[in-house]
Every structure is written in C-alpha cells, then in structure tokens.
C-alpha cells in the first residue's frame, strides 16, 4: 500500500515545452541598455539581451542601480565608467545603512550589469569587489533564515480534520489543496501558483500537471516540470486527488477568461497572485 511520502512521482517523461514569451516587464533598466549599446551593441541586440534577467532579478537590480544613479550624480561620476574606487565606496555607503551580505551581493552584480572598466575585466570579477563581500562577511556574517523545521506531522493531523471535502468551505477547500500539494510536491510556491487546468490531466487515480511558465529552476534543454499526484485510499482525509477533484468542481464556473488553477475563494474570484499562495 502507498505510504504518504510516495504520493508524488517524479517526472521522467518526454514532454516537451511549448515556446513561451517573457510578458512584458514595467521594470526598466535604462542604465544596462545604455551600457550595451556603449559597447556597440544594437538596440535589437540589447532588447534580446535585456530579455535575458528574470522579472525578480530586474526588480531587484532596479533599485540598486538608481541607488548607484544617485550617488552618481551627487559625487559627479560617470555611472557606466567610474573607477572602481567609486563603486567600492557606493558598497560601503550601502553597508553602513544596514544592508546585508546577500542585499550587497545583489548590488555587485546589479552595478557589474552597467559598469565597463578599461581593459578586458569586468566590474565584478576586479579582486577588491571580489573581496568587499568577503569583509561584509566577517563583519555582519550571514545566517540561514530558518534554524527550526516544522513536523510535517502536525500539519498532516490537522488537515484530517478538514473533511469531508464536500462540506468544506471554499477557503478551507483552497488552503487545504495547496498545503498537500506544497508538502507532495516539494515545490516552491511559484510552481504552485503556475499550475492551470489548460496542462492538467485528472483521473480517479492521479491528477498530473505540466508547467510550461518560465521557473526559477528553468534552464534552456531541461524538460518541463511535471507534478504528478496519485490518491492515497489509505486515509481518504488526506487524499491530495480527491481534494482538488472537489475543488476543480466548484470553481470551474469561475475561470471565464483564464485557465489558472487557483482562484481567490472571495469574489470576484480571480486567479490568486503568488503572495497570496505564499501566504
């Protein structure tokens, strides 16, 4: 009989990723186009190139480099050509407001993005803003975020209580399908909320989704993620397909313009965004 721990499988398929193109994003990065296009790179060229830095990582890097535009203009420096003095003064501003190992380590590899040095090395890779991280370190050293792991236990005893399906409320429903899916699957809450109806295949037996967005972990040749559920008849409370069977029945008259597989229980019942997921 199947155990818990095995109602998810792995994919090993061939499936294969339709072409999907990046939306468009409302973060811009004005400073790295300038960047390309001073190196002789053509404004086609730089739009293939600025498609290259994921929607987190132009936000991310958004900030610091109009932090670094700032200081810029009040110390009269060229941006894309400073000396590296500069930059590794720009770094040290940033750490005495508080900002952490990983927080600088971002701001190198924004301001590597638009800095050219003279010569063939890169603003990056120069050994003293190799090694300013390293101080940050020793000074304000980095610790993992979480020192505790929650027993799976309790979260698994607790869903058995919401049951049977048919009478939970919606938000109950909803909360219920995406912590057995997050605890099966081992998956991050952006492919939770990427699942939809459109790549979903259900039976009596399992329910399988394919992801064609766009993944942190999606890399040019590797396969789209595939989640696989199998139901669990051991304890039918905790049974990942007979939920979202339950679930797919009643939403499915409130996805008229989108095939998003989680939708806000409130009205007017639209696909949920992945804070909410997250949350």
């Not at 050219?116 to 120069?126: D, I, M, R, V, Y």
């Not at 698994?156 to 919401?162: D, I, V």
Request: charged share 20%; net charge positive; hydrophobic share 35%.
């Amino acid at each position: 009989t199947a155990k818990p721990s095995q109602h998810i499988v792995p994919s090993s398929g061939s499936q294969c990723c339709s072409p999907i193109a990046q939306s468009d994003v409302p973060t811009p990065l004005p400073l790295v186009r300038e960047h390309l296009q001073s190196k002789g790179i053509s404004s086609s060229a730089s739009d293939i190139i600025m498609q290259s830095w994921r929607t987190s990582t132009r936000v991310q890097y958004s900030s610091y480099i109009k932090k670094w535009m700032e200081y810029c203009r009040k110390w009269e420096t060229n941006p894309i050509s400073p000396l590296v003095a500069s930059g590794l003064n720009f770094f040290a501003d940033l750490y005495h407001k508080g900002l952490s190992y990983s927080a600088l380590n971002t701001a190198r590899s924004a301001l590597a993005s638009v800095i050219a040095l003279q010569g063939k090395q890169s603003f990056g890779n120069h050994p003293l803003v190799s090694r300013f991280p390293k101080g940050t370190f020793t000074t304000r050293p980095a610790f993992p975020k979480y020192k505790e792991v929650w027993d799976v236990n309790m979260v698994l005893e607790h869903l058995k209580t919401l049951h049977p399906a048919e009478t939970l409320p919606l938000k109950l429903l909803s909360f219920k399908i995406v912590m057995l899916m997050a605890i099966l699957s081992g998956q991050r809450c952006q492919t939770i909320h990427a699942l939809t109806t459109r790549n979903m295949k259900v039976s009596n037996t399992k329910v399988m989704f394919i992801v064609n967005d766009l993944l942190k972990t999606t890399k040019p040749g590797k396969e789209c993620t595939k989640l696989e559920f199998l139901s669990f008849n051991e304890d039918p409370r905790i049974c990942v397909v007979r939920y979202l069977s339950e679930y797919l029945e009643r939403t499915k008259e409130m996805r008229h313009d989108h095939h998003k597989l989680l939708v806000s229980y409130q009205k007017p019942h639209r696909p949920v965004s992945k804070n909410t997921v997250s949350s």
